[in-house]
């Protein structure tokens, strides 16, 4: 099966785009470059389900839809449902001979926000990841639910100011910790996890590829930074992002059959994370004095998330 | 402004909002909104030039009128890394056979960021006001900048 290549970023750039401009995500929005970046890694035909989200709803206005794939728009909760049923459906067709076209390549893949993945659809998707559909999910994990107004969710990490963890004279924004989807989705026993960030394009289309290519249900996170949300100038994107990948807030890994762990990216420097921190409105408020305490925590708990990484990777659990 | 291939006269472009509208009730049976006229199928190898586009895709709509500032491409200095390629949010860059050719103006809404990932020295895209002269903000294009000391 004729796969795009990925050995290099003039090879890709021969894709043909099957995600269309004249979308409606805000100037600068990772959301679709993580999109493209995906749709871009393959030329299967593709049935793809979206959350309710700004994915979803910047990308079929109506009159427009901005996929040149079946996609469908599907309730908050939703999206793994949709695909892991279209998934069952497919494969009773294809049993039944029922399917005017058995042959060509088809695959499912889900879109939801870090609101849809880590706390609405979180039922949903483990029903899912355990019934074992032959499906991917894509988490679009920009840490708070932008399409209403930038509320904090399950994924949100400690210290963000959102509009319902708000920083102020009493509070510092978040005070709980960012959950692990990672080590869950791996604990479902899924036969491919993986978390990835845009920058590194190459290892985002080619875990993608290997999502697709694994039988059975796959789980990928995502980092997508929001211009609106994270308040940075949306020119910054990558930049931002680079940040997150290089002060390891956002490590980038893969867990294959839930035990062989490859840490895919090892920054040459590793920032503090200060840095990343600091570029952000929504991290402001950390840096007053009596806030400081809140750095040095994020910083700790990198710290060890990485030597826990570093260990699993050695140890093959 | 549009570039060669693509351009707006060819495809009919709309302003967003000024489109004819079409009830509920006269789209295909199950709200189904095709990205495409007749068979759909090889889309994943064809060019956007070579595609059917039906109405109803977005492709087909501009968002220009959200830019106050536009990139503009110098293709002297380009190397075709591919660099502004990958990260457009908006599917804003035209490549093709491994060459930058330009900038689709119906489609870019003037984020910046393929300036940012630019590599080269100077950049060969900058930002410039949308009302800016392409051929004004050439001539303006700056001097290779010295390699600051940190
Ligand atoms: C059951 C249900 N509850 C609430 C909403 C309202 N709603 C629409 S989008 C959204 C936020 C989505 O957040 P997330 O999944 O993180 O996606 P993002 O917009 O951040 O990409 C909410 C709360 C809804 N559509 N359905
Ligand atoms: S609010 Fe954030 S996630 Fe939503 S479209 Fe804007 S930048 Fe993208
Ligand atoms: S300014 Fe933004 S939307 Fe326009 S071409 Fe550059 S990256 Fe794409
Ligand atoms: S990023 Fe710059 S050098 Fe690379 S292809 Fe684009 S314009 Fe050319
Ligand atoms: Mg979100």
Known sequence: MAITSVKNLKEFSTANDRFEGSHLLCPGCAHSMIVRELMNATDDNLVVASSTGCLEVCTAVYPYTSWDTSWIHIGFENSATAASCAEAMYKARKKKGTLPNPDAPVKFVAFGGDGATYDIGFQWLSGAMERGHDFTYICLDNENYANTGGQRSSSTPIGASTS???????????????????????????????????NKWKSMAKGFQKALETEGPCF?????????????????????????????????????????????????????????????????????????????????????????????????? | MSTGVLGTEKRGIRELGAEEKVGWDEVTRGVVLNSFEG???????????????????????????????????????????????????????????????????????????????????????????????QEEALAEWPEKKKKEKK
């Open chain 1, 164 to 198: 319902t963890a708000q920083a102020g004279t009493h509070s510092y924004g978040k005070t709980q910790k960012k959950k692990d989807i990672v080590a869950i989705m791996a604990a479902h026993g899924a036969p491919y996890v993986a978390q990835l960030a845009p």
């Open chain 1, 220 to 317: 990928i996170n995502t980092v997508s930074a929001c211009t609106t949300e994270w308040k940075f100038d949306p020119k910054d994107t990558i930049s931002i992002t680079d940040l997150a990948t290089d002060s390891l807030m956002f490590p980038i890994y893969e867990i294959i059959n839930g035990t062989e762990l490859n840490i895919l990216y090892r920054p040459k420097n590793i920032i503090p994370v200060e840095d990343y921190l600091g570029a952000q409105g929504r991290y402001r408020h950390l840096f007053k004095p009596e806030n400081r305490h809140v750095i040095e925590r994020i910083q700790k708990d990198i710290d060890e998330k990485w030597e826990y990484l570093q260990r699993r990777e050695e140890a093959r659990v």
């Open chain 2, 39 to 133: 068979d759909a199928s090889n889309v994943a190898h064809q060019k956007a030039e070579e595609r059917q586009y039906a109405d109803f895709n977005s492709y087909t709509a501009t968002v220009a009128s959200w830019r106050i500032i536009k990139p503009v491409y110098n293709r002297d200095i380009c190397i075709d890394c591919q660099n502004c390629w990958v990260w457009c949010p908006d599917t804003s860059i035209i490549s093709r056979d491994k060459q930058m050719l330009g900038i689709d103006y119906d489609h870019c809404k003037g984020c910046g960021v393929c300036v940012e990932v630019c590599p080269t020295n100077p950049k060969s895209l900058l930002m410039f006001s949308e009302a800016k002269e």
